[in-house]
Structures are given as structure tokens and as C-alpha cells.
């Protein structure tokens, strides 16, 4: 194998359960001090999986794509409460 292929695969392996983290814990919280920290884990996620986009097989950039989706979700509810001003 192929060291890039193989850091993409450890890349993905490692953001599936900071996936479910988020999925189970800091979806829709409305509580400011969890908003936050789920933002943290969500940019943690995101830059963990940015380096398989463009070094990574194709499909694990497609499933790079769906793992993308939660951090990205909970970003913007960080975001959204922050401009609410909390």
C-alpha cells in the first residue's frame, strides 16, 4: 500500500467515531459551554479529514465527503449561537 493511502485510511478511521461523538453529544445543544466544545471536536474532524480530499483514492474521498457533513452541521449551530450572542 501506499503511504498516502494508508494515512487517508487512518485519517477516516480515527474521524468515524469523533463522528459519532458529535452525532450523539452536540447536535442540537443549546447549551453554550457544549456548543462550544462541539465546535472544537467539529474543526478537529474537519482538518483531520481535509488531507484526504486531494491525497486520498476516490472513494475514500467520497466518504471523506460524507463524513464531512456532521462536523460541518455542528459548525454552523456554533456559529449561529455565537451570533445570537449566546
Same mark, same amino acid.
Given at each position: 500500500m501506499k503511504i498516502?493511502?494508508?494515512d487517508s485510511l487512518?485519517? *477516516?478511521?480515527? !474521524?468515524?467515531? *469523533?463522528?459519532i461523538l458529535l452525532l450523539e453529544c452536540f447536535i442540537e445543544q443549546n447549551r453554550e459551554e457544549l456548543a462550544f466544545l462541539?465546535? !472544537?471536536f467539529a474543526t478537529v474532524t474537519l482538518v483531520l479529514i !481535509?488531507?484526504?480530499f486531494w491525497r486520498g483514492a476516490?472513494?475514500?474521498?467520497? *466518504?471523506a465527503t460524507l463524513l #464531512? #457533513?456532521?462536523? !460541518?452541521r455542528v459548525l454552523f449551530q456554533? $456559529?449561529? $449561537?455565537?451570533l445570537r450572542g449566546y
Open positions: 498516502d493511502y494508508k487512518v485519517r *477516516l478511521i480515527i !474521524a468515524v467515531p *469523533l463522528n462541539g465546535g !472544537a !481535509a488531507k484526504v476516490r472513494w475514500q474521498i467520497g *466518504l #464531512a #457533513a456532521v462536523p !460541518a456554533t $456559529l449561529k $449561537l455565537w
